[in-house]
C-alpha cells in the first residue's frame, strides 16, 4: 500500500511540474496578447531535444481565429540568417572567400564601393558594417513628405517595380561615408547585394538555393518566401489595428520576404544549435565587435549575465513582428511570432522571451513533458 501511495504522489509531483510549466508560459503569452495593439502570438521552444507550442489571440481581427503552429508569419530579417547560412556553406564548397572584394562579383566597375582604397569585401555584406544604404534607391526626401501611416504603401509602391537592374544601376550612386568592416548597421541593400553574389556563384535564384540547403533537408514544407506562398497567411496589423501589405517586393526577398510557421522554425532552431553542421558552425563566429554589438554572420552573438553564449535575431515587416534566440550549449532555443508590428512589438518580444528562457533554465532539472 505504500508503494501505491507513493508512486500517487511522485506522479502528482511530476505531473503539477508539467502545469506549473505550462501555466507559466500561459501567463505570459496571456499578459501580452492583453496589449490593446497586440492581435495574436505564436510561441515554440526547443528545449534539449523536445519543443512546446504555444499560441494566444487569433490569426485575424474580428474573428476568433486562434494560432496554430502551422499558422504562417512573415519573419522578415530573421530571414537574413537563411542567407547567411548559404553564404557559409559558399565558403566552405571554395566558391568565394569571406575576404572577397564585392566588385569580383559584379559585371560593372564600382570605384565607388571603397573608401579610400579599403574595399567592401563579402564579409561585411553578413556583418552588418558594408556602409551600404538601408534601401535603394536611396530617396529619404520622399519619404520626409508621406505621413507616417503612408510610408508603407509608398515603400511597397516604389519597391514592386524596382528591378535588378535598377538595382545595380542605382549602386552606382552610392558613396561611403567610413571604411567598411568597422561599424555593424542594418543595410537591406547588403542582404540584397549578398544573395545576388551567391546566386552568381551558385548559378541559381536565391529561392532555390533556400530550399536545397536548408527548407528541404530540414522538411521545413511550410517555409518559402512570401512570393511564393500558397497557403493562408495570417493578417498583419500596425499599432493603429490597420491592415498591413505583405511584403510582396520581388527584388527584396533576401531581405526578410519568407514566410514560416513555429512548427518549421523549431526544426531551423534545432539545425542552429547543432553546431557539428560546419556550415552552422563558421556563420556563429564572431566577425566584428563594438561595445554596442557582436556579429557572426548575421547573427547577434552576445553572452548572458551568466556567462552562457547566445545567438539571436529580429524580424520585422509592415504587419508582423518576429524573435529567435538559441543557446547552443544549453541545447534551448526559442521563436516568438507576432501578426502586428509597431515600435515597440520587438521589444516586447525580447522581454517575453528572456522571462521564458530565464524560467526554462531555473526549472530545467524539474520540468516533465
Given at each position: 500500500m505504500?508503494?501505491?501511495?507513493l508512486?500517487l ?15 507559466y508560459?500561459q ?13 495574436g502570438l ?51 564548397e571554395k ?8 566588385r ?5 566597375q ?9 574595399a567592401?569585401?563579402v564579409?561585411h ?17 520622399v ?10 504603401y ?18 552606382h550612386?552610392?558613396q561611403?561615408?567610413a571604411?567598411?568592416?568597422t ?12 544573395a545576388?553574389?551567391l ?17 528541404q533537408?530540414?522538411e ?27 511584403i510582396?517586393?520581388q ?14 522554425m ?10 557539428s ?7 556563429h ?32 515587416t ?6 529567435i534566440?538559441f ?6 532555443g526559442?521563436?516568438?511570432?507576432a501578426?502586428e ?5 520587438q521589444?516586447?518580444l ?8 530565464e ?6 532539472s524539474?520540468?516533465?513533458?
Amino acid at each position: 500500500m505504500k508503494v501505491i501511495i507513493l508512486c500517487l504522489l511522485l506522479l502528482l509531483i511530476r505531473v503539477g511540474t508539467a502545469f506549473t510549466q505550462d501555466d507559466y508560459i500561459q501567463r505570459l503569452g496571456t499578459e501580452f496578447i492583453k496589449s490593446p495593439e497586440a492581435v495574436g502570438l505564436s510561441i515554440g521552444v526547443f528545449n534539449n531535444g523536445k519543443e512546446e507550442h504555444y499560441n494566444f489571440g487569433t490569426t485575424k481581427r474580428g474573428i476568433n481565429l486562434s494560432p496554430t503552429p502551422t499558422t504562417l508569419y512573415e519573419i522578415g530579417s530573421i530571414t537574413k540568417t537563411f542567407i547567411s547560412t548559404l553564404l557559409a556553406n559558399a565558403v566552405l564548397e571554395k566558391r568565394l572567400s569571406l575576404n572577397d572584394d564585392i566588385r569580383k562579383y559584379l559585371a560593372d566597375q564600382y570605384p565607388n564601393l571603397a573608401y579610400q582604397g579599403q574595399a567592401i569585401k563579402v564579409i561585411h555584406l553578413a556583418n552588418l558594417t558594408s556602409e551600404l544604404p538601408n534601401w535603394l534607391p536611396d530617396k529619404p526626401e520622399v519619404f520626409a513628405k508621406v505621413a507616417p501611416d503612408s510610408i508603407p504603401y509608398v515603400l511597397l509602391k516604389i519597391q514592386e517595380s524596382y528591378t535588378q537592374k535598377d538595382f545595380l544601376r542605382d549602386l552606382h550612386s552610392v558613396q561611403l561615408n567610413a571604411a567598411p568592416g568597422t561599424n555593424p548597421r542594418h543595410s537591406n541593400v547588403a542582404a540584397q547585394l549578398l544573395a545576388l553574389i551567391l546566386e552568381q556563384v551558385y548559378r541559381q535564384p536565391i529561392e532555390k538555393l533556400v530550399e536545397q540547403y536548408i527548407t528541404q533537408p530540414l522538411e521545413m514544407d511550410y517555409t518559402t518566401f512570401i512570393t511564393n506562398q500558397t497557403r493562408p497567411m495570417a493578417s498583419g496589423y500596425d499599432a493603429k489595428g490597420r491592415l498591413m501589405p505583405y511584403i510582396t517586393m520581388q527584388n527584396s526577398q533576401a531581405v526578410g520576404g519568407l514566410t514560416s510557421t513555429t512548427s518549421d522554425m523549431i526544426k531551423y532552431l534545432e539545425f542552429q544549435i547543432n553546431e557539428s553542421n560546419e556550415a552552422v558552425k563558421l556563420s556563429h563566429q564572431k566577425t566584428v565587435e563594438t561595445p554596442q554589438d557582436v556579429v557572426g554572420l548575421n547573427w547577434h552573438v552576445t553572452k548572458t549575465a551568466t556567462g552562457d553564449r547566445q545567438l539571436w535575431h529580429t524580424g520585422g515587416t509592415f504587419g508582423f513582428s518576429s524573435y529567435i534566440v538559441f543557446y547552443p550549449d544549453q541545447k534551448l532555443g526559442v521563436i516568438l511570432m507576432a501578426n502586428e508590428s509597431d515600435g515597440t512589438t520587438q521589444n516586447k518580444l525580447v522581454k517575453l522571451s528572456r522571462q521564458l528562457i530565464e524560467h526554462l533554465k531555473t526549472n530545467k532539472s524539474l520540468y516533465v513533458k
